[in-house]
């Protein structure tokens, strides 16, 4: 007996690793060497190619596809239809797979609907990535971005509201943790 929940009609390829409490809905593929953390929620037609690594906590949304390469942290939400890419210059007539690149998702980040994400690409804890953004570059800690590139437009707090600075400084107005920024790098800091 498993301590996680796959579907019927979803694969789950030997030598997948899933951690307890998961849920796999429908027309899944889990590759071999694939690791999915625990209490992991995955919607239908969800990809987890080999050797991809997800946290605990994790939310996939219907139809994304996680290719080798990709690395996910605890907490992160991944919205519909998001995609990463892990070549940069794909050709169908030439076998680039000794080329694939990393991209790191890190703790608490949430990628919204129908986002690419280009890969070599790290994506900054708490960071919000707006419906529909094309991210070519790393994205900070906090930051919120959107548009074709993706450029930082704010900043949001780890509870999901935007939090707006003065000066160096911003409380947010929902959960009241404290943060501090200089430059484009933000901290949450003790009250």
């Known amino acids: 007996m498993t301590d996680y929940f796959v579907h019927e009609s979803s694969y789950i390829d030997e030598g997948a ?4 409490g998961t849920k796999i809905w429908h027309f899944c593929h ?11 929620n995955i919607g239908q037609n969800v990809l987890v190619s080999s050797d991809v690594t997800i946290g605990n906590n994790v939310k996939i949304q219907n139809n994304v596809s996680l290719y080798t390469g990709v690395t996910i942290e605890d907490d992160v939400f991944l919205g519909p239809s998001m995609v990463f890419t892990n070549v ?16 790191l998702v890190r703790k608490g980040a949430s990628i919204g609907a129908n986002a690419t994400i280009v890969c070599g690409t790290t994506l900054g804890q708490y960071c919000f990535v707006g419906a529909g953004a094309v991210v070519t570059k790393n994205v900070p800690d906090y930051a919120l971005v959107y548009g074709t590139p ?11 509201e935007q939090i707006k600075f003065d000066n160096e400084r911003a409380t947010c107005i929902k959960c009241g943790k404290n943060y501090m920024k200089q430059n484009q790098v933000v901290v949450e800091k003790e009250a």
Request: aromatic share 4%; net charge positive; proline share 5%.
């Open 30 to 40: 889990v590759m071999p060497r694939a690791k999915i953390g625990e209490r992991c």
């Open 150 to 160: 993706a450029k930082i437009k704010g900043w949001m707090c780890q509870c999901g």
């Open 88 to 103: 940069i210059n794909p050709r169908s007539h030439v076998n680039r797979k000794d080329e694939y690149q990393k991209t």
């Open 17 to 20: 690793e899933i951690g307890a």
